[in-house]
């Protein structure tokens, strides 16, 4: 059983920062890819970036240099978003999700491949 809990959105101005934070539990997964997605009012879910067992880490192009994507594991499995020099563009509810095999073997973007979600957590810039 898989539960995902997204926190640290809020609201902050143009320029500012926010940090994310993603607890996982899982009951056992050696390998596994978490990602971040977002989805603004009216558009589409997409992709922010993701990191897998191996420490490999990708990142979609709108969110490259600003946003970091990091993890610890104890005392249990918790994934970071650190999110700098937001824009308005970056309002929007942010979503982790997971799934128990490598990025790379399905793909590190398609939400489709995803199979467990948190419920999101929403970020305002304004």
């Known amino acids: 059983h898989v539960q995902l809990v997204e926190s640290g959105g809020g609201s902050v101005q143009a320029g500012g920062s926010l940090r994310l934070s993603c607890a996982v539990s899982?009951?056992?997964?050696?390998?596994?890819?978490l990602g971040w997605f977002r989805q603004a009012s009216g558009k589409e879910r997409e992709w922010v970036g993701s990191?897998?067992?191996?420490?490999?880490?990708?990142y979609a192009d709108s969110v490259k240099g600003r946003f970091t994507i990091s993890q610890d594991n104890a005392p249990k499995r918790t994934v970071y978003l650190q999110m700098n020099s937001l824009n308005t563009d970056d309002t929007a509810r942010y979503y982790c999700?997971?799934?128990?095999?490598?990025?790379?073997?399905?793909?590190?973007?398609?939400?489709?491949?995803?199979?467990?979600w948190g419920r999101g957590t929403q970020v305002t810039v304004s």
């Open positions: 999700a997971t799934k128990p095999i490598n990025c790379a073997i399905t793909s590190w973007a398609s939400e489709g491949t995803y199979g467990y």
């Open positions: 899982v009951s056992s997964a050696n390998d596994y890819c």
């Open positions: 990191l897998d067992s191996d420490g490999r880490i990708n």
